[in-house]
């Protein structure tokens, strides 16, 4: 079974400049999540998905960042513009149930941003 | 929001030392799971604890929840270099899953 996909695996810009980060989760997994792992952070969840349908982005600087899902399967995180802070690996997980509390989430190996 | 808090923040032992780290919550956790992430990897879920007072075990590896259901352990007996990263605990409060800070563990040779 392909896990979670994600590109690109590191990407390095400018503060000010935008990136664009994809997610392709474990296929028939209905719930897609988007988080930010500082280096020695726990990571934190900025956006959830159920199916192509938003359940949190409580999280989610909205000034600066976007998520969409589209068709319920794969998914992109945009930063734009970037700032200094925003250096961090981003995950993508998947589940299959309708979420965390129903059964392990599967990470993707992450997409590793430096703004400089 | 509710976080749970994880200590010791590190933990060096020796190769065939003991290792344990402490997950605790103010507040009653429906459940709670632990991931283990490598250096430079990505979290990989371990186990999902459930039930009160429940323990569980996978080879060397011994996770608690507490009776109350506000704290959870793992316990690592006999600890080898590959059991060498980050162990988080991560709580499912209201639909999203909220990791712990985390505690690093180095196993010197």
């Known amino acids: 079974e392909a896990g979670v996909a994600q590109s690109p695996r590191y990407k390095i810009i400018e503060k000010r400049q935008s990136v664009a980060f994809w997610c392709n989760p474990i296929?028939?997994?209905?719930?897609l999540y988007w988080y930010q792992q500082i280096l020695g952070q726990g990571p934190k969840l900025l956006i959830q998905?159920?199916?192509?349908?938003?359940?949190?982005d409580s999280q989610l600087p909205k000034d600066r960042f976007s998520a969409e899902r589209l068709k319920g399967v794969d998914s992109t995180l945009k930063i734009q513009p970037a700032k200094l802070e925003d250096s961090a690996v981003y995950l993508c997980?998947?589940?299959?149930?309708?979420?965390?509390?129903?059964?392990?989430?599967?990470f993707g190996e992450g997409s590793r941003l430096t703004v400089l | 929001g509710q976080q749970v808090m994880q200590i010791p923040q590190y933990q060096h032992v020796q190769e065939g030392e003991d290792f344990t780290t402490y997950c605790n919550s103010s507040?009653?956790?429906?459940?709670i799971q632990w991931y283990k992430q490598r250096p430079g990897g990505h979290p990989v879920f371990l186990i999902q604890?459930?039930?009160?007072?429940e323990v569980k075990k996978q080879k060397r590896l011994t996770f608690q929840f507490g009776e109350a259901k506000k704290n959870s352990s793992l316990h690592i007996t006999a600890t080898q270099t590959t059991d060498v990263g980050t162990y988080f605990c991560?709580?499912?409060?209201?639909?999203?899953?909220?990791f712990g800070q985390g505690t690093e563990l180095s196993v010197k040779p």
């Open positions: 997980a998947s589940s299959l149930g309708g979420g965390p509390g129903t059964g392990e989430l599967f």
């Open positions: 296929s028939g997994h209905a719930t």
């Open positions: 998905f159920q199916n192509n349908g938003v359940v949190d």
């Open positions: 507040t009653t956790l429906s459940n």
């Open positions: 604890l459930v039930k009160s007072g």
């Open positions: 991560a709580d499912p409060q209201g639909g999203k899953l909220i």
